[in-house]
C-alpha cells in the first residue's frame, strides 16, 4: 500500500478536484484534505497537491510532509521552502498563503492537531526514519484586484 498510495492517490484526488471545481476531493471522506498550489522550485510552474491539513482557529492550516512514510520528503517541501507563497482551496475556496516551516518546539506543540487529522504520524514517522516537516500555511491578503 505505501507503494501505491503515493503514486494513486494524489492523481485520484487531484482529477476529482478539477472535474468538480473544487467540491470534491475523495481523500476528504476519510481525512480533512485541502489542496495546496505553489510554486515549482526548478521549473517556476504551478504545482498542486492534496494535502490532509488540520484548521486551526486562527484560520491557518498545518500540513505534514508525511509523504506516507516513505523516506523522502515530497516535493512540495522543497517548493513550499522556496517559494513560501502558495494557495490552498478550502471549502471550494481559494485562499492565498504562505508557508513556514514548524520549529522542532511548534511542531511538538501542535502535536494533538496533527494526531487528531493525521493519527497514522507516528507510524509514517517511524517509517520514513526522517523528521517529518510541519508547515503552517498562514492566510494572507489578496492582492488587489487590477482593473
Known amino acids: 500500500m505505501t507503494r501505491v498510495a503515493p503514486k494513486v492517490v494524489p492523481r485520484v484526488d487531484l482529477l476529482a478536484h478539477r ?3 473544487g467540491r470534491v476531493v475523495p481523500t476528504r471522506l476519510f481525512m480533512r484534505t485541502v489542496v495546496v498550489t505553489s510554486t515549482g522550485h526548478r521549473s517556476g510552474l504551478p504545482r498542486s497537491n492534496p494535502l490532509v491539513a488540520h484548521r486551526d482557529a486562527d484560520g ?3 500540513v505534514v510532509a508525511s509523504n506516507f512514510g516513505q ?3 515530497p516535493a512540495w517541501v522543497a517548493n513550499l521552502t522556496a517559494h ?8 471550494a475556496r481559494t485562499i492565498p498563503v504562505r508557508a513556514r516551516r514548524l520549529t522542532p518546539e511548534e511542531k511538538a506543540a501542535a502535536r494533538p492537531d496533527i494526531l487528531r487529522v493525521l493519527p497514522m504520524y507516528d507510524t ?3 517509517r520514513a526514519a526522517r523528521d517529518l516537516p510541519v508547515f503552517r500555511l498562514t492566510p494572507v491578503p489578496a492582492p488587489p484586484a487590477q482593473g
Not at 513560501?84 to 471549502?91: G, S
Open 60 to 62: 491557518s492550516f498545518l
Open 124 to 126: 509514517y514517522a517511524h
Open 19 to 21: 472535474l468538480t471545481g
Open 71 to 73: 523516506r523522502h520528503d
Open 84 to 91: 513560501p507563497e502558495a494557495t490552498v482551496v478550502w471549502r
